[in-house]
């Protein structure tokens, strides 16, 4: 899995698979986008908008529902 962000268009990505050609896009809303892979899985999640929906002032917090422990992380800009 890898998440990005990128400032300048305020829009967060989660990969959740390796790259394959045929991504399809399915516009949930209009500040979410589910990208499907070939075989029908989830290929990634995009976020517009972002940082109302996922960032705390300038921290990114990641909880471990497992364990019910999260970790905040900065945002380096």
């Known amino acids: 899995m ?9 829009i967060a990505y989660i990969r959740l698979r390796r790259k394959v050609a045929g991504i399809k896009t399915l516009q949930v809303s209009e500040e979410l986008n589910i990208d499907l892979a070939p075989n029908g899985k989830v ?3 995009e976020l517009l908008n972002a940082r109302e929906q996922l960032i705390k002032g300038k921290k990114i917090s990641f909880t471990d529902e497992s364990t019910g422990k999260a970790r905040e992380l900065p945002l380096v800009s």
């Open 2 to 10: 890898d998440i990005t962000y990128d400032p300048r268009y305020n």
């Open 43 to 45: 290929y990634g999640i």
